[in-house]
T-cell receptor, first 114, second 114 residues
Framework: DQQVKQNSPSLSVQEGRISILNCDYT??????FLWYKKYPAEGPTFLIS?????DKNEDGRFTVFLNKSAKHLSLHIVPSQPGDSAVYFC?????????????FGKGTHLIIQP | EAGVAQSPRYKIIEKRQSVAFWCNPI?????LYWYQQILGQGPKLLIQ????????DSQLPKDRFSAERLKGVDSTLKIQPAKLEDSAVYLC????????????FGEGSRLTVL
């Protein structure tokens, strides 16, 4: 039973436009959410996170929005750049902001087209 | 700061053989994680150590998988005997403390079981 779902296996966006990656979760105990980015043959790298007490967190071109009532979060990348082409994983935790027992989604492959 | 080191990067074995993976976390990181990532899936936690003690091994198939972190630094993950479904990338990650959600991943060890 998937507790963290990324329903779009891939997403193609033109360079300079906005990329929106979506993630849904089913476990209401999750209280901390993270996005990781992964290039081929490399390990995932942390991108941005959000606590359940917030509904938005911004870091440069990256913004994560959390809608707790809908159990939905999204990652916005503006403007999209070629280097953003990667697999993006949504992850969730129920350990009060910690990394214990992170549950990952299957990932969305973002392709930025020139 | 040196990243998480893993070896070997690639390993091909026959089913029923054994294999071991090694991980050296970032210096000073007390928490170490082993994740299994099967092709097309997100990483799944196998085991989590805090220093040299096990915090969570609930998803580790203990009949064939074992892991240790002697002296609270390096860690070894062993599979014996391997099955076809163990083909995956084994990711090691570390974090400075469990209260932060940011994990630092190694490049992974890709296992192919024939």
């Amino acid at each position: 039973d998937q507790q963290v779902k990324q329903n779009s296996p891939s997403l193609s966006v033109q360079e300079g436009r906005i990329s929106i990656l979506n993630c849904d979760y089913t476990n209401s105990m999750f209280d901390y959410f993270l996005w990781y980015k992964k290039y081929p043959a490399e390990g995932p790298t942390f991108l941005i996170s959000i606590s359940s007490i917030k509904d938005k967190n911004e870091d440069g071109r990256f913004t994560v929005f959390l809608n707790k009532s809908a159990k939905h979060l999204s990652l916005h990348i503006v403007p999209s750049q070629p280097g953003d082409s990667a697999v993006y994983f949504c992850a969730a935790s129920d350990s009060g902001g910690g990394a214990d027992g992170l549950t990952f989604g299957k990932g969305t492959h973002l392709i930025i087209q020139p | 700061e040196a990243g998480v080191a893993q070896s070997p990067r690639y390993k091909i074995i026959e089913k029923r053989q054994s294999v071991a993976f090694w991980c050296n976390p970032i210096s000073g990181h007390a928490t170490l994680y082993w994740y299994q990532q099967i092709l097309g899936q997100g990483p799944k936690l196998l085991i989590q150590f805090q220093n040299n003690g096990v915090v969570d091994d609930s998803q580790l198939p203990k009949d064939r998988f074992s892991a240790e972190r002697l002296k609270g630094v390096d860690s070894t993950l062993k599979i014996q005997p391997a099955k076809l479904e163990d083909s995956a990338v084994y990711l090691c990650a570390s974090s400075r403390q469990r209260t932060t959600g940011e994990l630092f991943f190694g490049e992974g060890s890709r296992l192919t079981v024939l």
